[in-house]
């Protein structure tokens, strides 16, 4: 069964920076996209970033390009997500998400982690 454990998330200052975490079991790593998602309470769930199987490639929502970065180590079957420059609209649970699909969309995705907290203070 596949597992996705999210981590490093917390209270952070507008202005500051997090590393998030998602490790994952179950199944070859290295053979699937990893994407993170977030939702902010009240929101509906929105798309983040995304990388493919090998971390040759990466892309990224509007509102978190230039800030936010996206990794994979392969050896360690955990995908990274670097914050920086945080607002307070980064405010949210954030869930990793595996899959085969190249995409944005929740629903392409079939297994998610029970996500982990972002809160940035201004």
């Known amino acids: 069964q596949v597992q996705l454990v999210e981590s490093g998330g917390g209270l952070v200052q507008a202005g500051g920076s997090l590393r998030l975490s998602c490790a994952a079991s179950?199944?070859?790593?290295?053979?699937?996209?990893m994407v993170w998602f977030r939702q902010a309470p009240g929101k509906e769930r929105e798309f983040v970033s995304l990388?493919?199987?090998?971390?040759?490639?990466?892309y990224y929502a509007d509102s978190v390009k230039g800030r936010f970065t996206i990794s994979r180590d392969n050896a360690k079957n955990t995908v990274y997500l670097q914050m920086n420059s945080l607002k307070p609209e980064d405010t949210a649970v954030y869930f990793c998400?595996?899959?085969?699909?190249?995409?944005?969309?929740?629903?392409?995705?079939?297994?998610w982690g029970q996500g982990t907290q972002v809160t940035v203070s201004s």
């Open positions: 990388i493919n199987w090998s971390g040759s490639s990466t």
């Open positions: 998400g595996q899959g085969t699909a190249w995409s944005t969309l929740e629903y392409d995705y079939a297994y």
């Open positions: 179950g199944r070859t790593f290295s053979g699937y996209n």
